[in-house]
Every structure is written in C-alpha cells, then in structure tokens.
C-alpha cells in the first residue's frame, strides 16, 4: 500500500491551473523526485502534500489518514519535515537552536532535545558547529541546518523543495549524493522537487520507475 497517495488533486491560483488532476503514489521509504521546468506546479504540489496550501478539489491520503476529505490537517499534525530552496534558516539564532526550534514547540523534555540534536548534527556533518551563527556559515552548511531541522522530529514524511539550487554546481551534486543516501539510510519517504530546463514535461523519477505527465 502506498504511504502518500495523491488523489485527483486540484489546485488553481485565480485563472491559472497549477495542478490538473494528478494522480501519485509514493511507496513507504522511497525517495521520489518531480522534475519539470518552472511554473510546472512541482513546488505547488510539494505544498499540498504539507497542507501549506489547500486544493480546490482531490485528497492526499499520508500513511492512511487523509488529509482534506475528512476535514483539513493542519501542517503540523502531518508528521512532516520540508526544506526550502532558500535555507529558511533564523540568522539571529545559533545553529543549536535553529535545530532545536520545533523540539522546543513539541515541550519535549531537555535531555532528548540534547541527545537528538546530537544524534543529528553528527548525521548531516555539522559536529562542532552548533555554535556558530548562519551568516558564519557556507551556503551548503546552512542548507545541512535546515535539513537537519526537518530531520531532527523523526518526520513520516520529507519534502524537499529544490533545495540545493542556491548553491554551486560541484557543491550541489555532492550535497544531492549526501541527501539521497542520507534519506534512504533513515528509510523516510520522501518527494524532492527539481527543475528540469525542458518547456513540456513534467517527470517523476524513483529508483523503480520514471513516468511523464
């Protein structure tokens, strides 16, 4: 059975149609990728399956429990970690407590704030940095922060929204190495959104199939 399923899912934005009915599955633990040039509606759907936005019509269905047609989920009962394209890191805290920031939210006792920011910072390689600052660091050290904050809950489910485009080419296709077996290390489900310099099509990418909308 599939973990996400995304059920004739509609989304318009006044008279533009960002999402026309798309049909998806996502199987637990795989790591999924939408491919499509700008204004595709990659970024939209991303958006729906974290409830940051709400489609006119469809539902999406998150390890059995769905998500719109039986009232809606907020975000942030959806068991979901996302990483944006532009770091969304807090400049004014230190890494430790960008990190912790949703750990804090949850009233989670202090030692298992500690042990799991630790178990973290030591997984995404930025042990011996939680005391610096985000302007104190390179562009793909704070994208590593806000991975590892999407990570650090344990998330069902990570959303990976262009995260590494920001960055330079070599830097990027490492840290998209480093995401890939990071992710399927930990077994989360997961959908990454790139963009693809093509004027048509729209494609999803598994390690199982490939299909174009």
Not at 15 to 24: F, P, R, Y
Not at 127 to 141: A, I, V
């Amino acid at each position: 059975m599939a973990f996400i399923e995304i059920k004739n899912l509609f989304k318009r934005f006044k008279k533009v149609v960002a999402v026309n009915h798309i049909q998806l599955e996502v199987n637990e633990g795989e790591l999924l990728t939408l491919l499509g040039p700008s204004g595709c509606g990659k970024t939209t759907t991303l958006r729906c399956i974290a409830g940051l936005e709400r489609p006119e019509e469809g539902d999406i269905v998150i390890d059995g429990k769905p998500m719109l047609s039986k009232g809606f989920v907020h975000p942030s009962k959806r068991g979901i970690g996302m990483v944006f394209q532009n770091y969304a890191v807090w400049p004014h805290m230190k890494v430790y407590k960008n990190i912790i920031y949703g750990l804090k939210l949850q009233r989670m006792p202090k030692q298992t704030i500690q042990e799991k920011a630790q178990q973290i910072l030591e997984l995404v390689g930025l042990d011996g940095l939680e005391d610096r600052y985000p302007g104190q660091l390179s562009g793909g050290q704070q994208q590593r922060v806000a991975l590892a904050r999407a990570l650090v809950s344990n998330p069902k489910v990570l959303l990976l929204d262009e995260p590494l485009s920001n960055l330079d080419a070599k830097l990027r296709e490492g840290l998209r190495f480093e995401i890939k077996s990071l992710v399927r290390r930990m077994g989360i489900t997961s959908v990454y959104v790139m963009t693809r310099q093509k004027p048509w099509s729209f494609l999803i990418e598994s390690p199982s199939w490939t299909r174009e909308m």
